[in-house]
């Protein structure tokens, strides 16, 4: 079966299964446990919390750089936010010049700063932190990653994949098609219908009333007449001509009726035969009805 039999349904549906496993994969291991973000990105460096936080209360530099770019904070997953972005560091041991390097950090909930106050909910996280930090530094900049989140993942994935594989692709194939770069489908035969004839397991009457087509043979001429003489020898001499069926001796009998019938004077035939009279009265209230009169008995 080539990629031309397939339907545009056919393709929906392997674009669902296909966007699914994707989602899946981007959620869970094999063993369906949950992925964090520092796994997929293990080649990023991790840097101290004390650091993270230092450099996220400097303000940027004379050039307009930040210390800390980039800032993204992904959905907590069992029960710890990770945090990921660019640290700027001197390039060469060179003050004023330097480059930006990925980091990464794993924070708990509660968050807590090192030498600080305690949190001041057991769900404070550090999204709330740079939250109040931005309330006195605007120029804190950060996003939050909404595309970890489930069902914003299994979304993206499963209507990725329906657009590019259910929807594109099968239209791109069409193209191709038409085009003709690709073989177009070749039409499905019809079953044909059981044929509404019951021949009682007849097979010799069952091989006349199947269709064939072309002239018939001699050896099928040879075969009809002899099943016709077999039918004419059933029905005890009748004849199959014209559409007509009837015996030699009720032809006969028939027209000799017929014959005696129109020879027969009208006044020889035999009378009409009249219903007895009765002697009725007639009554009624609002129209005349006619009513049997009754003989009394006698006594």
Known sequence: MGLENLNRWHWMLISL????????????????KRITPDEWYSDRRTIGLAVLMGKLNVPKTEQ?????????????IEGKVCVAGNELLPANGKQGIGIYRPFQQVTEIPFRLIDGPPPPSPTYSILDYVK??????????????????????????????????????????SV?????????????????????YNSGGNEEMEGLVKAKKGPISAAEQNQLDELTTRLEQNLGGATIASGQVGTATDTGATAAAIRKLE???????????????EDLEWGGEFYPVAHAKHKEEEK
């Open 17 to 32: 299964i296909v966007g699914a496993l994707l989602g899946y994969a981007q959620l869970y291991d094999l063993t369906g």
């Open 64 to 76: 307009g750089y930040a210390m800390i770019a980039d800032l993204t904070i992904y959905p907590a």
């Open 132 to 173: 109040d930090l931005q309330k006195n530094r605007p120029d804190v900049a950060y996003r939050f990653a909404w595309w970890a989140v489930p069902p914003f993942t299994w979304s993206i994935w499963i209507g990725g994949s329906f657009l590019v594989i259910g929807i594109l692709f099968p239209t791109f194939l």
């Open 176 to 196: 191709l098609m038409g085009a003709g770069y690709m073989p177009v489908p070749k039409p499905r035969e019809k079953p044909l219908r059981k044929s509404l």
């Open 263 to 277: 020879a027969q004077p009208l006044d020889e035939q035999r009378p009409l035969i009249e219903a007895p009279k």
